[in-house]
């Protein structure tokens, strides 16, 4: 309330009148509807306002760049949301309470406080309780302007999960240096794998109309430290590298560039044909190589801070450098020397697999690249999925993590949940990344995880990356389902630091997206660790994998074969007979095991020693095997199916207790989902049950429901328009 | 406030706490953007809020069906969002200034009052104002449940237009059986010719999951008295009608049937061989008729209320009954008789051209159909776009109307803008729709209007109806433009009541979306009520038609020529030549003049009394020819194509002086869209006049710029993944 106010009528008036303001401005009721992502700052429980407001009584610093501009209004939105009043702004601290922020070059009294600065690097920050001018102040101070805007967020998150504010001392900078969203998107609007609406991108409307979306876009990703985006789909256009689409993403990159996103686009190798009249795009051509270099400096003219492309090539049926010949080595080399005297890189997929399919498609990737390694331009680094097949609910770690330690390997992580239930299906993805992150490839000794090949340290690489194939789309909530926003936030918490455990991102996450309730806190985050394994558990138990139907990848398909290609069927995966179920990837079968390190393969390759959670992948193994349960094979295969429809709906359950502290609109969304969920798992767990005990040929276990259908009720099923298959 | 509060620091108190509560709800500042459409609620002015609670303190009756209790919501709703404070619920009137309403049904104060409801019909209320139990009371009254609905919107558009509320006798019903939406959507969620993203359809997640979008859309709809709808497009895909799909289309009926709004489908013409399995579709084949018998049977135990069928047939390459020499007539009755017994109806559509071009397109459906006229089943309607190409920015009124006395003839008008400007170009549409109902066919001497002919009037139609091709899409803003919501309000209205001028529909709906203020209504209803004659100017100007880009209709293309058909090209249509330009319909061309009347035909078959605003639909003109302005017909077109231009400039001009009075958010949509129209017009009459000139090779009059580039660079413009083209 306003201090000059002195009489009780001029109190009740000036109550009045805001409680007046405040319902012109809310206007009739809406419900939540995820729009604000975990941004939301909603107000404080009054019990706890004032105390973080004696933290924020004031935003102090000079604020003349984009960047320090989009920092200060966002602690001034955030502040505002959660305080009920904004923060005062000043040039300087001068109040107790103030938030300083800034660079040694904007602020000399961030200079003057010799925070020492130059252990963050050009993005990381500082955030420290201090006094300056003799008053109290949290001061959040950076090398660079992003710095200080990523700095701002982690001060607005402490306010958001209701952390201590006091004493603060935190240093951080980004583990890894390109932390990348892939979009998938096509430019007639469709995303490719997308399960959240059409694209993001307006492309029709762009360069002219800017939605305020596209700003709300770079906000969210630059309070995760998120740096870089891909607009375009691997499977690639040229179109997007005409003029009239530069001028578009030229946009777009303006849009982004205050939040410190830089724009990479996707190439189309057969570009230089499809655009440009030349007749080859055989990459040692030397008018192929012009071109690409006209064609780059172009770019550069409309994107100065263009970060580069990301390329899919000799895959799936895109082009690529062995259409005439050459090596993947030689395609890339080409585009990078395009791009090197702008400082851009390539990103170049490891994603592929021969046509004729000559080996175990496990295999073929790093048969590929591991001969590649070293002879790669400085500035290429190759993005490999987490898993050597594709996406699968659960992979073990790629063997070419560790086997290439002079080429930078970026990981590759799917966001998009193509294989895990598509927006419907609450699966929380940071377990599965943590379980990638975490695998240790031995390659120099017990501890060469993949987490530290990925942020260079294993081998010293001099770029490193991590890339997320995003889940965002023009869906009202941006990625489908309220709980798929957690995993956009996972993937950029982890792409900062990779070290960062399942557990304390869903909790950040549920506290800033749902609440700070302990009721609600504590059943969401348990919720959200155990639902990566309930969905493996109905979809691909003891490492089953590739099962899903045809095309659409919308449910179960364990009956696919024939068509194209045998291993684009799921009877090349799970390789069922009347003796039992799995792939032998061991020296007696593809030998895939051979591309780890020693120990590595000892373990898989062992009946006994494999995981269970890998056993499928490696080993064809006989229905009566005995699994460290002390079941048959057979069983533990029923008994992991139906474990996986029950914990759905134990999350349905425990939700549904959730009803007093969650919004209606989100609470409602969230529940049909749930059920849905529910009834999609159970039909997987009866399909797959119906199909494999064709060849088992033996009875459930004792107290197992049969499938509710018989399976050719289950081969029957068509879903012609499934959404994300185009 | 509470009556029970006596002190002033109770008062002090109940204020705070339920500014805070306001404060908790509104969370951070969100902008408007349009998802309320006509709907806002937002707080009257305090002036006039005293007068306006006076009428508003109660809502009373017996709300006991879904329908009644959506009547009652949105009252409540709409009263609290403007009144500050949600009326209290009383099951009768108790209080001054109650808001009564029912049916003599549910209220026995409503049958007590002897409101004379017979006179309204099915569909139609009254609002009274009088006196109930002595109190003072408006009544919302009617003989069905969604009369009384449809009596509370227009009560609440009372309010929102702020109307007087005093001595109401409001007698309304509609003047049109069905009111039907048209949705053009894919069941892959494009939709054909939709500017405004994707299918608000989620398929995928249908019937399981109801998004909040669907009921928001049924309340939009009988706002206006919409009361149908057709969720598939007329290029239609059969999976639409196998079981899977009419569980989703069902779970959609159940949303939108307490709003009164009836599903149709599209019914594909082969659905019999494609889905059903037999070898033909012919509709005298009994296993044919006997097939869509039971689908219908089927249909309906999906849908009890389902309304019918919406038919394409034999029309751009969709199967037919002509497919097997059979005629409309044989095709429109099969289905029909399966309806029947349902009280189903066929709505086919006359928009039919020959594969083999052997006349002017123009003539071709009526020539089709006249013949057929009194073959059709009682339950066929004729579904007649407005005028004979396709919905081009000006055609004169298709001569169908007035031709079939024996055949009920509904209007189909396009609402999405497929040939005017995509969602970009602000183009009210109510003037084109009035033009084409105001049309005189004289078919019954003079005054036989359109109008007249579709209310079904003229002929005594048994059934009547008014179809809409719809702009609502997964945009947040429904339509892809804040103004184009205004076309999908003009439809509405007119389909309610084709006699409502385009001025009163536009100002109801300015105040109701943006606001009552002088300042806004005057000079945004100006803007609507000239800008399509502005498009038309800089499209099509003096009767000419189908001039756009080939296959995405974005933009120029009068140079298109060649390719599959002669009449998708144009200069089938405008026939330039050194002579001059146009299409000469009269006796010494096509003579299509011969299907009007002999009075329409006299006056467009004469060069001197043809309208000059269809000059070049009926003539071919020379180049020098004096028009009514002493200028010559060159001088005139590009005197036409340059005033369009400069009518966007002056919309453009005239929103900038509104920033004070429109919300940020909307303002800032609408002017960057005022840009891309300024710009695409420039365009359009740059590239036209570049074309034209070919031919004419006259120079440009005085003081008239020459087109900004060359012919070529018009004609080399490519738009691949314009929207809405699939």
């Not at 090949?453 to 995003?470: E, F, N, P």
Request: aromatic share 10%; with cysteine; charged share 20%.
């Amino acid at each position: 309330m306003g201090s000059g106010v002195r009489t009780t009528a001029g109190i009740l008036k000036q109550l009045v009148l805001s409680a007046a303001a405040v319902a012109v401005f809310a206007g009739p009721a809406r419900a939540e509807d995820g729009y604000d992502l975990w941004l939301r700052y909603k107000p404080i429980e009054s019990a706890a306002q004032r105390q973080s407001r004696s933290f924020a009584t004031q935003i102090a610093g000079q604020t003349e760049t984009p960047t320090l501009r989009a920092a200060a209004a966002e602690l001034s939105r955030g502040l505002a949301g959660m305080l009920g009043t904004a923060p005062t702004v000043s040039g300087s601290v001068t109040s107790d309470g103030a938030v300083l922020l800034g660079t040694p070059t904007s602020s000399s009294e961030i200079a003057a406080l010799k925070l020492g600065l130059d252990r963050v690097g050009d993005e990381g920050y500082v955030l420290r309780s201090t006094t300056v001018n003799g008053r109290r102040a949290t001061v959040v101070a950076a090398r660079s302007d992003v710095g200080v805007l990523y700095g701002a967020f982690h001060l607005l998150r402490l306010f958001q999960t209701r952390a201590s504010l006091d004493n603060l001392d935190v240093v951080e900078s980004p583990r890894v240096q390109f932390r990348i969203l892939n979009h998938w998107d096509n430019l007639d609007g469709t995303v490719e794998r997308g399960y959240s609406g059409a694209s993001l991108w307006d492309w029709h409307k762009l360069p002219d109309y800017l939605d305020p979306r596209y700003t709300d876009y770079a906000r969210a990703n630059a309070s995760l430290g998120i740096n870089a985006t891909v607009l375009t789909n691997v499977n690639a256009n040229a179109t997007a590298l005409t003029a009239p689409y530069l001028d578009k993403a030229a946009a777009l990159a303006g849009v982004l560039r205050p939040y410190g996103i830089r724009v990479f686009l996707t190439a189309r190798f057969s570009a230089p044909i499809e655009i440009g009249g030349l007749k080859t795009a055989d990459p040692l051509d030397p008018a192929v190589a012009a071109w690409w270099k006209t064609k780059v400096a172009e770019i550069y003219r409309h994107i100065p801070d263009f970060g580069g492309f990301l390329v899919k090539a000799n895959s799936e049926g895109q082009p690529g450098p062995q259409d005439y010949g050459r090596s993947h080595a030689d395609g890339a080399n080409m585009l990078a020397d395009a791009l090197a005297p702008h400082r851009g890189v390539v990103m170049w997929r490891a994603f592929v697999y021969s046509h004729e399919e000559p080996d175990d498609r496990a295999k073929q990737a790093y048969s590929e690249f591991v001969p590649l390694d070293g002879k790669f331009r400085d500035n290429v680094l190759l993005q490999v999925k987490n898993g050597a097949i594709d996406f699968q609910p659960r992979e073990p770690f790629h063997p070419l993590f560790g086997a290439m330690p002079k080429t930078p390997l970026m990981m590759e992580f799917q966001i998009t949940k193509e294989y895990l239930g598509f927006a419907t299906h609450l699966v929380y993805l940071a377990p599965m990344y943590r379980e990638t992150l975490d695998a240790d490839t031995w390659r120099k000794g017990k501890g060469s995880t993949v987490e530290k090949v990925v942020d260079g340290s294993l081998h010293g690489y001099r770029r490193t990356g991590i890339a997320g194939v995003a889940n965002i789309g023009a869906d009202r909530n941006w990625s489908g389902s309220h709980f798929d926003q957690a995993n956009w936030y996972a993937f950029g918490r982890l792409a900062w630091n990779p070290s960062l455990s399942s557990e304390a991102i869903a909790e950040e996450w549920t506290r800033m997206t749902f609440s700070n309730e302990p009721a609600v806190v504590e059943p969401v985050v348990q919720m959200m660790l155990r639902s990566r394994e309930a969905a493996v558990d109905y979809m691909t138990p003891l490492g089953l994998h590739h099962l899903m139907g045809r095309g659409h990848h919308y449910g179960p398909g364990p009956w696919v074969e024939g068509g194209p290609r045998a291993d684009w069927t799921s009877v090349y995966y799970h390789r069922a007979d009347a003796r039992g179920i799995g792939f032998d990837r061991t020296a007696t079968g593809s030998n895939a095991i051979a591309q780890y390190a020693p120990e590595v393969a000892a373990e898989f390759g062992d009946l006994k020693r494999c995981p269970e959670k890998f056993l499928l992948w490696f080993h064809h193994v006989p229905w009566d095997y005995r699994v460290q349960s002390r079941r048959t094979l057979w069983d533990e295969l029923v008994v992991t199916y139906t474990r996986g429809v029950q914990s759905v709906g134990d999350m349905r359950k425990t939700w549904s207790t959730l009803t007093p502290y969650v919004d209606s609109g989100r609470h409602a969304q969230v529940a049909a989902f749930l059920t849905i969920q529910e009834k999609e798992a159970q039909w997987w767990r009866d399909a797959s049950i119906a199909y494999f005990k064709t060849f088992s040929k033996r009875p459930l276990p004792k107290g197992f429901a049969e499938p509710a259908h018989s399976l050719d009720y289950y081969k029957a099923l068509e879903f012609p328009h499934a959404p994300g298959h185009h």
